[in-house]
Structures are given as C-alpha cells and as structure tokens.
C-alpha cells in the first residue's frame, strides 16, 4: 500500500542528548489533537499550506546523510509535531526503510487511538511521553481534550512491558497544577511501572522572568 506524504513544519539535524539517545534528527509533522493553552509549537495547527511534505522514501533520502552519525552514537530519526502517533503507517514504512540500525523515538501526548500505538511499538524504540497532567479535570482545562485514551494507551504500553522504553514528562503548569498534582501524577504513573520521568516547569509568557 502506498503510504501519502505527510506535511512536516521542521526537520533539524545533529541534535544531541535532546531527543534520545545519540545523534537525533528531529522530523515534526504537522497536526495535532490538542488545544493546549500554552502549545510550544502552534504553527502545528491550521491548514499547513506553507509546509512542505514528504513521503517516507522522500524523507528517508534526506535523512540518510547522517547514518554515520546514528550508527556511531546510537541515534537515529525522533518524530515529533505535533503528534507523530496519527501517522503510524507512515512510520511503520519509515522503520522498513531504514532498517534496525537506526533508533526511532516518538515524542507523543499519547492522545490517539490505541490501535495506533499497537501498531508503531514493534516499529520504535523508545517514547518521550509529555504527560501534561493524569488528572482528567486539569487535563482538560489545558488542553480541551479528555485524558483516556492517553491513560489506555500508557496500560497498553505496559502491558507489553515497554514502561523502560518511556521517558514521562511530568510538567508544572502554571495557573493549571501544583507540584502535589505533579506527584499525584507520578504516583499513579509509577503504580504502572514507570520510573523515567522528566520534572520540569513550563515557562510561560506570563512567567519568563
């Protein structure tokens, strides 16, 4: 089947210790589930006319100049957005294109279909899940969009004993939670057997100093 190309809004090369393991290069599509009330990339949102697209061979031929570099240091290709886990045909194809030398990493809210998650686990390496927050009301209220299928989908991944492959991140949002909703969050995170988290504060117009 042939899989259509995708709009991306960035591909950046030669990123190290940001988004994985190694060298990355990070290919972010355009399109995104959520509303978020502080959304770090929201040129993700709208029509994507001025984007450029690309079919998983078109980006493979791209990409494939900085194999040497995956290889050496045990990187490969992050896709992000964005939400990466919409595509998962396209990222399944990517994965046979390039082999297993490469590592593929999804940076994900987790906010789509389980059946997308299935089938992109035997494809991916590892996930750097932003978790926002695990309570369904503060969820909500910051990104306009309901938490369960982000919670089916962590049950998932655990279920298939992948919770080593997660990296969570665990944000501080201001005006949305506190740092005792951010350990409620971890708590409930960890009674599934996570235990690679990411604590951080998002800085916000409103709060940059």
Partial sequence: MEIKPEKMIGISRHRLATDG???????????CPLRC??????????DGARFPAFSPEGL???VRVDELYFIATGGGVTFGG???CEHPQYICEFRRLCGSAWRINLETSLNVPSAHITALLPAVNALIIDIKDMNPDIYRKYTGCGNDRVIANLRLIAEANRQSDCIIRIPLIPDF???ADRQASR????????????????KTDKHRP
């Fill in 82 to 84: 964005g939400e990466p």
């Fill in 21 to 31: 393991d190694g060298v990355t290069t990070l290919v972010a599509f355009h399109g």
């Fill in 60 to 62: 493979y031929d791209m």
């Fill in 37 to 46: 009330r502080h959304c770090l990339n929201p040129h993700c949102l709208g």
């Fill in 177 to 179: 939670n506190t740092d």
């Fill in 187 to 202: 708590d409930a995170l960890m009674a599934m057997g996570y235990g690679n988290f990411d604590l951080f504060t998002y």
